[in-house]
């Protein structure tokens, strides 16, 4: 349902950006792996959805870092360490290290030139995708 509207209605969602904000960090607060990681999914889709544009949502998403950064710096180290095992839920895309991380890159990538030092304001441990 969500990724349907980001993908019929892109050009919309820029507007609503900050009526999103609150529903997010309600979300995010709730401490719920599996309710965060449906979170980041979004998250990474609605920074994506407006690609044939100059990345305005991901843009107008960073004056919310505050808001939205503070959980994911709590559950950036929660990687499953398996050993040498294999794990096999990773095309399902659970792992809430992996996922935070990935959500980051995307917002570094499609946030603009501030974005980088938002984002490391909030997460200090984030190395940059596109810096190195």
Same mark, same amino acid.
């Given at each position: 349902?969500?990724?349907?509207?980001?993908?019929?209605?892109?050009?919309?969602?820029?507007?609503?950006?900050?009526? !999103?904000?609150?529903?997010?960090?309600?979300?995010?607060?709730?401490?719920?792996?599996?309710?965060?990681?449906?979170?980041?999914?979004? !998250?990474?889709?609605?920074?994506?959805?407006?690609?044939?544009?100059?990345?305005?949502?991901?843009?107008?998403?960073?004056? #919310?870092?505050?808001?939205?950064?503070?959980? !994911?710096?709590?559950?950036?180290?929660?990687?499953?360490?398996?050993?040498?095992?294999?794990? #096999?839920?990773?095309?399902?895309?659970?792992?809430?290290?992996?996922?935070?991380?990935?959500? !980051?890159?995307?917002?570094?990538?499609?946030?603009?030139?501030?974005?980088?030092?938002?984002?490391? #304001?909030?997460?200090?441990?984030?190395?940059?995708?596109?810096?190195?």
């Amino acid at each position: 349902g969500v990724y349907d509207m980001m993908q019929v209605g892109s050009n919309k969602v820029l507007p609503v950006i900050p009526q !999103l904000i609150i529903p997010i960090k309600t979300a995010l607060n709730t401490r719920n792996r599996s309710v965060i990681v449906k979170v980041l999914k979004v !998250l990474q889709a609605l920074v994506k959805c407006d690609r044939n544009e100059q990345s305005l949502v991901g843009q107008a998403l960073v004056p #919310y870092y505050r808001q939205i950064l503070p959980v !994911l710096n709590i559950f950036i180290r929660q990687n499953d360490n398996l050993g040498d095992g294999i794990d #096999y839920r990773q095309q399902k895309r659970v792992n809430l290290g992996e996922l935070i991380m990935e959500t !980051l890159e995307e917002f570094e990538v499609h946030g603009g030139e501030d974005a980088f030092i938002n984002i490391k #304001y909030q997460v200090p441990v984030y190395q940059s995708a596109i810096l190195n």
